[in-house]
């Protein structure tokens, strides 16, 4: 030790903690000047080492002070770093208030609800669609029932079924899981039986996924064989709005494909009973 000195730096880091009654700026401001905090060391760890050699012809000769020495005064740092503490306990307090009011953004299905059942088969294995809807026709929930599959195969079919239809309820659009699904390929896949709108697919995601897109969002890019609908400009009176009005309130959108007018013809018949009836 006669020829090097050696300095060895270390990196402390502390909190200082206060108790207030209450929290406003006031008391914020107060607390630089309080000296009643108990300091409570959090973690020392080693920086660096650094060798000198000292000076031969000049053993006596006291050595300069580093200026690492020099211990700084650290009540800016600390009040700076309360001040901080205080800011992440109120962010803490704001992110607790925003997820627990996040079930708020969850459009819950109503109780009793509209929907349709789709069956078909692809390669002998019978698939049940179960969809359920809002008031207003959109879909919120999906089911998926199959049969000749093992436990594990409709276990995870019924929950993701459940996950989509949480997505669907907290505002992730059909969009989305369509663009996400379609043109999956995976086993089993063919020929559909069962649909006059699809008639193969690659999986069974890219069949239902298929099915809600035409079904609830009108695109006809993904079906296979052209719609039925009429594109007929006809003007309606107020008595046949609100008859199509009323239509609209107890048919499932996804039933009828959002063809209300053309299956007014198909139910001309029920029009005049309900009229004989007055």
């Given at each position: 030790?006669?020829?090097?000195?050696?300095e060895?730096?270390?990196?402390?880091?502390f909190?200082?903690v206060?108790?207030?009654?209450?929290?406003?700026?006031?008391?914020?401001?107060?607390?630089?000047?309080?000296?009643?905090?108990?300091?409570?060391?959090?973690?020392?760890?080693?920086?660096?080492r650094?060798?000198?050699?000292?000076?031969?012809n000049?053993?006596?000769?006291?050595?300069?002070?580093?200026?690492?020495?020099?211990v700084p005064?650290?009540?800016?740092?600390?009040?700076?770093?309360?001040?901080?503490?205080?800011?992440?306990?109120?962010?803490?307090?704001?992110?607790?208030?925003?997820?627990?009011?996040k079930t708020?953004?969850?459009?819950?299905?109503?109780?009793?609800?509209?929907?349709?059942?789709?069956?078909?088969?692809?390669?002998?294995?019978?698939?049940?669609?179960?969809?359920?809807?809002?008031?207003?026709?959109?879909?919120?929930?999906?089911?998926?029932?199959?049969?000749?599959e093992?436990?594990?195969?409709?276990?995870?079919?019924?929950?993701?079924?459940?996950?989509?239809?949480?997505?669907?309820q907290?505002?992730?659009?059909?969009d989305?899981?369509?663009?996400?699904?379609?043109?999956?390929?995976?086993?089993?896949?063919?020929?559909?039986?069962?649909?006059?709108?699809?008639?193969?697919?690659?999986?069974?995601?890219?069949?239902?996924?298929?099915?809600?897109?035409?079904?609830?969002?009108?695109?006809?890019?993904?079906a296979?064989?052209?719609?039925?609908?009429?594109?007929t400009?006809?003007?309606?009176?107020?008595?046949?709005?609100?008859?199509?009005?009323?239509?609209?309130?107890i048919?499932?959108?996804?039933?009828?494909r959002?063809?209300?007018?053309?299956?007014?013809?198909?139910?001309?018949?029920?029009?005049?009973?309900?009229?004989?009836?007055?």
């Amino acid at each position: 030790m006669s020829k090097y000195l050696v300095e060895t730096f270390y990196t402390c880091t502390f909190k200082i903690v206060h108790k207030l009654d209450e929290l406003n700026e006031n008391k914020l401001s107060e607390l630089e000047k309080r000296n009643d905090g108990a300091v409570e060391v959090i973690n020392i760890k080693l920086d660096n080492r650094k060798t000198k050699t000292i000076d031969k012809n000049n053993p006596e000769k006291p050595l300069k002070k580093s200026e690492n020495n020099i211990v700084p005064d650290i009540s800016s740092f600390v009040s700076e770093k309360i001040v901080n503490s205080n800011n992440d306990e109120e962010t803490k307090k704001i992110n607790t208030r925003r997820y627990s009011n996040k079930t708020n953004n969850r459009s819950k299905m109503p109780d009793r609800r509209k929907g349709y059942i789709q069956k078909v088969t692809i390669s002998d294995h019978k698939i049940y669609l179960h969809t359920g809807e809002y008031d207003d026709g959109k879909v919120g929930e999906i089911f998926i029932d199959m049969n000749k599959e093992g436990e594990l195969v409709k276990a995870l079919m019924n929950n993701f079924a459940i996950a989509i239809s949480l997505g669907l309820q907290y505002g992730v659009p059909l969009d989305e899981f369509v663009d996400a699904f379609i043109e999956t390929k995976f086993e089993p896949s063919g020929e559909i039986k069962g649909n006059d709108r699809i008639l193969n697919a690659s999986s069974i995601l890219d069949y239902i996924f298929r099915e809600l897109a035409i079904s609830y969002l009108g695109r006809e890019d993904l079906a296979h064989t052209p719609s039925i609908s009429k594109s007929t400009d006809k003007i309606m009176n107020d008595e046949e709005n609100n008859f199509l009005k009323l239509v609209k309130d107890i048919t499932s959108k996804g039933f009828v494909r959002s063809n209300y007018k053309d299956k007014l013809v198909d139910l001309s018949n029920v029009r005049i009973n309900l009229k004989s009836k007055k």
